[in-house]
């Protein structure tokens, strides 16, 4: 079945301590995002991707880094700059094209700092 | 900075009524609208789709659309229990292809028996 597989579901991080969440698809889709959600808060964009080896920034990308070396994988990596990394993580994919922006979400990572 | 607008609620309504949830939003070149659905500690699904002005009817759901007004809803008949979650209103800023959706901060809608 075709779909975007998050892991890990749950991610426990110690202070100073750098932590990568996987975000993996198998849609052929183009484009793979990164949104941030607080408890109560609407989903906040961190990264998004577009094309094999680019992506940009979005609201909040400070305290976070990404790569995407193949179309079907875009890591998260939560550095040790993020002050306040407990959320609540979802990556989306996408096709390209007006029309087409529906978003496929993974099932998500909640990141706690221990 | 653009931005989508919505009531974060409760809002309560008993089973079989209709729920009404609001959203606007800032940028008038806005072009595609969306509506997902969030039940707690899962991920968002899309529920609603909207592109012209008007109404567009899915099931018990029916998104409205008054761009004029910079003004999005979802309606939803007949509410179920089961419809209670959080309904995250979504607009595309720039109509253009693989732009990020923007998210409103979620309406939380509670339908008792």
């Known amino acids: 079945d075709g779909g975007i597989t998050q892991s890990p579901k749950y991610l426990f991080r110690k202070e100073g301590q750098n932590v990568t969440l996987s975000c993996e698809q198998n849609?052929?889709?183009?484009?793979m995002y990164w949104y941030r959600q607080d408890p109560g808060q609407g989903l906040r964009l961190i990264y998004y991707?577009?094309?094999?080896?680019?992506?940009q920034k979005g609201d909040i990308a400070e305290g976070y880094s990404v790569s995407r070396e193949k179309k079907e994988s875009f890591p998260l990596t939560v550095t040790s700059a993020q002050k306040n990394p407990t959320a609540f993580y979802l990556c989306?994919?996408?096709?390209?094209?007006?029309?087409?922006?529906?978003?496929?979400f993974g099932s998500g990572t909640q990141l706690s700092v221990l | 900075q653009k931005e989508v607008e919505q009531n974060s609620g409760p809002l309560s309504v008993p089973e079989g009524a209709i729920a009404s949830l609001n959203c606007t939003y800032s940028?008038?070149?806005?072009?595609?609208f969306f509506w997902y659905r969030q039940y707690s500690g899962k991920s968002p699904e899309l529920i609603m789709s909207i592109y012209s002005n008007g109404d567009k009817e899915d099931g018990r759901f029916t998104a409205q659309l008054n761009k004029a007004s910079q003004y999005v809803s979802l309606l939803i008949r007949d509410s179920q229990p089961s419809d209670s979650a959080t309904y995250l209103c979504a607009v595309n800023p720039l109509n253009q292809a693989g732009t990020a959706l923007i998210f409103g901060k979620g309406t939380t809608l509670s339908v008792s028996s």
């Open positions: 849609l052929n889709h183009d484009a």
């Open positions: 991707s577009q094309i094999v080896n680019d992506f």
């Open positions: 940028d008038r070149g806005s072009q595609s």
């Open positions: 989306a994919s996408s096709m390209m094209g007006v029309g087409y922006e529906k978003l496929f």
